[in-house]
């Protein structure tokens, strides 16, 4: 830049180029009260100035820094906001600034290479380069273009008509000090206006043009006459490129499920270092990983469930890698935990119990040896102090918890109510328990130390590391303590029923009082994002429908089939009466309960259950009793808490009856309508209490469930999703993956769309309700198109699952006509893998598992023990492990050179 004298008055003129439609007006909208400090009401309104060109000029303070936005009226008073990001002018060194915009479309595809994942990783230039032109005097044009996709090793050029364009001959390289904008000043007494101009991608190596970018010449027209002490400012939009859109491919796994000669028993931080090496070997750009919080809550397998975490803050401990930790000076011992490693490494499974207790043994002892010095090093006084607002109630938590044996916070006298200043004192150094507090702290610090160095290795790989966010958190959790006010702790999380699980999913996580977290503009999920993004590039919203309605499910329920949608619009009896149907609260609300059809539930046990658990209220009629009448109380009789008995099969049969018959009811009752108000009750069609019903009242009832459950609530649950991701989504510059399977409202699409949210387009589950199967080549640019997740079969364990459906898809989908194969082949693995690469879709990730099946000598045999969760199975391990060691993968010449081939003949292994 020019180096002049700053001025006291100055004046920005703002022009954009924006095509508008009768009765239209365009206005700038900013953060200072010239531009109306955001409200739309008092921004700038512009001038037509003809050409599709609005301009207006205002007065500005001298050395400051403007954000703003345009934003369009209709005639009808609606107001559209551009899309993309704020833009900002800083205000130095002349009298007037003249910018000339391009308003940018609200929906924009090429938005999402703005994204962490690109400007940081994959598509970050090896060196910065400034380029300075010359500037004799104080007329100056600055151009700008905003491309992420260049390539290492290249470079942005402009070059055009004027002589300080290159004359078309030579290529002006452009500077990318702001990367990914690309910007260059060059005296504008050159110009004779109009310019044609074009940018170029051009080897920084040579000078060459690589790549120029399509279409007609832009050109330049002069905003105003040329004038002294003056920058005409160009921000142009979305260099042309020839080749399409960028596409790129990766690996998911588990943490816990990696396997390395390193290892102790389970994947660790460590061990994704040989990953990201078998990545950049094979050409995958992305690794996707399932949530790596803090889960212990029990000592036991349960806390194996990565969903569960006790903290959206701490992550698991059983990651760490102990020799980086240091090695124990008694080599007896150290010794002894080499040999259990070993031992532990050479399982087939996770064993999740016997890692986690002999690595808590590793902790206190390292933590005895070493705490005196760690405490004392710059780098961990600066690690406590950037985290002491979670880390101390983490510590004092996981203390509290082992103290009182259980992590259920409301059972811990005197601290069941977290009180700040309480816990300052619990955590104070002084305490003579301390140190079983400050071995939190010290975990937590290799945790955080450990996984930076992976990420820093995988950035220099180009590799972008992708985490996943749970919708909930844990009833039992430390943000459930200390932050009670942000949640519904009466109300418990879950899924309406679908393939996967016939009785809906009950995940036990309280939902949010979405109300409350809009009262600080989302503060607590900001924070959550801020720690997220210290070690991944993109994250994956886990059930994102949760962001426009979750399905609540009662406290005293635990099938999801007794669930509702909140927030809703739960229908009064009124309303229902006005359909046609008589509100007869017993017979629609209450469950349904007959003699003929007791044995379809309880076969030889009928009679016993008729006596024990049953009233008859009339002939042949019956109720539970008022000690069985919840199924949460059901479940309790027969599995009570804190007794360890195991549950015979009579036991199951009966208990499991037993709920089903609460099920049996057409309407669930809303708990927080002021007037009495219902909701039908999802799948009922699948009730003896609707079968039985006449055959009039079915057809009123079938149209109620259709309004309710998929026209009700469309514009309802579009205003709440708007009204919460639209700041979720820009608390990060991370890339925003949602999880949109299941029963998807209408709006869903178009929400994401509008927040440059990549969907999940998963083959096995089409969103076409119309078609068995989807096709990979039907997925939308912005996606991630997959084979399988973690709540699924794999590819092969699918393939065995339905004979008669995968001879379907055999015949339909990869087009063969004869009898297929019995087991997934692998060459069967390839066809799938190799549709899903040629896949219009952005992203293409795919479970190691399914990658591997394509080479019959590396494939598990045990095609059973490679299904990670079962989600209609509440007491799932998650104990999945790769069979083969890292190290093996990254020396299978064959299979990666097949990966690589495959990468490259789809267009998915360049950085651009």
């Known amino acids: 830049m020019c180096n002049l004298s700053n001025f006291a008055a100055m004046k920005i003129l703002f022009n954009v180029l924006y095509k508008s439609n009768w009765g239209q007006v365009v206005y700038v909208v900013g953060s200072d009260e010239l531009l109306g400090n955001w409200n739309p009401h008092t921004a700038l309104e512009m001038n037509y100035m003809g050409n599709n060109e609005w301009s207006v000029e205002m007065e500005a303070h ?18 559209i906001w551009e899309g993309g990001p704020n833009r900002s002018i800083l205000t130095s060194d002349y009298k007037k600034i003249l910018i000339r915009d391009i308003f940018h479309a609200v929906v924009d595809p090429e938005r999402v290479l703005l994204s962490k994942v690109f400007t940081e990783v994959i598509m970050k230039p090896s060196n910065i380069f400034d380029q300075k032109i010359p500037c004799e005097t104080n007329q100056t044009i600055r151009i700008t273009i905003t491309a992420p996709r260049v390539g290492v090793g290249f470079g942005m050029a402009i070059v055009g008509g004027a002589s300080s364009l290159g004359a078309w001959e030579n290529p ?6 702001n990367f990914p904008k690309w910007e260059i000043e060059l005296d504008s007494r050159d110009f004779n206006y109009p310019v044609s101009y ?14 120029w970018e399509e279409g007609e010449n832009r050109k330049l027209s002069a905003i105003v006459p040329n004038e002294s002490d003056q920058v005409v400012v160009v921000n142009d939009e979305h260099f042309k490129y020839p080749v399409g859109n960028w596409k790129g491919a990766g690996v998911a796994i588990p943490v816990f499920s990696l396997r390395t000669e390193e290892s102790f028993g389970v994947g660790e931080f460590n061990d994704i270092k040989k990953l990201v090496d078998w990545c950049a070997k094979t050409g995958l750009r992305m690794i996707q990983v399932l949530p790596i919080n803090e889960t212990v809550a029990t000592h036991s397998w349960l806390d194996s469930y990565p969903y569960k975490s006790i903290t959206v803050m701490a992550l698991h401990p059983m990651y760490l890698h102990l020799p980086a930790m240091g090695e124990l000076k008694d080599k007896k011992l150290m010794k002894e935990f080499y040999q259990m490693g070993l031992t532990l490494n050479d399982k087939p499974h996770v064993d999740y119990v016997g890692v986690t207790k002999t690595k808590a043994r590793y902790f206190k002892l390292i933590f005895d040896q070493n705490w005196k010095e760690v405490s004392r090093q710059k780098d961990y006084k600066n690690f406590f102090e950037e985290n002491r607002d979670w880390l101390l109630p983490y510590a004092a938590f996981c203390y509290l918890r082992d103290q ?112 409350v977290m809009a009262g600080d ?44 949608f ?78 360890t008995k195991e549950v015979s099969d009579k036991e199951i049969v009966i208990r499991d009856g037993l709920m089903s018959l609460i099920n049996e009811v057409l309407f669930v009752k809303d708990p927080y309508a002021k007037n009495p108000s219902y909701h039908p009750r999802i799948a009922f069609h699948f009730t003896y209490s609707y079968r039985e019903l006449e055959d009039y009242k079915k057809e009123i009832l079938n149209d109620l ?26 608390a990060s510059k991370m890339l925003v993956c949602g999880e949109d399977l299941g029963m998807v409202p209408d709006n869903v699409p178009e ?42 079969s794999t590819i092969r364990g699918w393939w065995e699952e339905d004979r008669t459906k995968t001879q379907r898809f055999y015949n339909h989908i990869l087009g063969h006509n004869d009898q297929t194969p019995y087991f997934a082949e692998p060459w069967i693995c390839q066809e799938v893998i190799h549709q899903h690469l040629h896949s219009p879709a952005m992203w293409t990730i795919f479970p190691l598992q399914d990658l591997i099946a394509m080479d019959g000598n590396l494939r598990w045999d045990q095609t059973d023990k490679e299904r990670i969760n079962v989600p209609s199975d509440p007491e799932n391990k998650w104990q999945y492990r790769m069979i083969l060691f890292l190290e093996e993968l990254l020396e299978a010449e064959d299979f990666n050179t097949l990966i690589k081939g495959m990468l490259h003949i789809a267009g998915r292994d360049s950085v651009y």
Request: with cysteine.
């Open 62 to 79: 001298e050395a400051s820094i403007y954000e703003y936005k345009y934003i369009v009226q209709e005639a009808n008073g609606f107001l």
């Open 751 to 792: 929400v994401m769309r509008l927040l440059n949210i990549l969907s999940l387009e998963i083959q096995r589950m089409p969103k076409n309700p119309r078609v068995e199967f989807g096709h990979p080549a039907d997925a939308p640019y912005l996606s991630v198109c997959t084979t399988s997740t973690h709540d699924m």
């Open 566 to 643: 909140k927030p809703g619009l739960p229908m009064t009896t009124t309303e229902i009466e006005d359909s046609g149907l008589y509100f007869d609260y017993d017979r629609l609300v209450k469950p349904y309960i007959r003699q003929h059809f007791l044995s379809d539930f309880f076969g030889k046990y009928t009679e016993e259950v008729r006596r024990k658990y049953l009233n008859e209220v009339d002939y042949e009629q019956y109720e539970l009793k008022s000690e069985f009448d919840t199924q949460r109380k059901i479940y309790d009789y027969f599995s009570p808490l804190g007794v």
């Open 172 to 177: 002006i390289l452009m500077s990318n000090r």
């Open 198 to 211: 074009k940018y170029a991608i051009v080897n920084l190596a040579d000078s060459k043009i690589a790549t």
């Open 521 to 564: 503009d989302f503060a607590w999920w900001k924070k959550r994002l801020f720690m997220m993004e210290k070690y991944f590039d993109a994250y994956r919203i886990d059930h994102i429908l949760g962001f426009f309605r979750i399905w609540e499910i009662p406290k005293d329920s635990l099938h999801g089939l007794l669930g509702y």
């Open 705 to 730: 469930y259709v309004q309710y459950f998929y026209k009700r609530h469309e514009e309802f649950w579009k205003q709440h999703a708007l009204a919460k991701l639209p700041a979720i989504v820009g």
């Open 404 to 515: 009182y044996k259980t992590s259920d916070f409301r059972q811990w006298g005197d601290y069941a109510t977290y009180v700040p200043d309480q816990i300052n004192a619990l955590t104070d150094p002084s305490q003579p328990f301390h140190e079983h507090i400050a071995v939190h702290y010290f975990q937590q610090y290799h945790l955080d130390k450990q996984l930076r160095e992976v990420v820093e290795y995988a950035h220099s790989k180009g590799i972008a590391l992708k985490g996943d966010i749970p919708i909930g958190i844990s009833p039992n959790s430390i943000e459930a303590w200390t932050e009670p006010q942000l949640f519904n702790l009466n109300g418990q999380a879950g899924a309406p029923p679908d393939d996967f699980a016939m009785m809906g999913q009950n995940w036990g996580f309280p939902t949010y009082n979405w109300d």
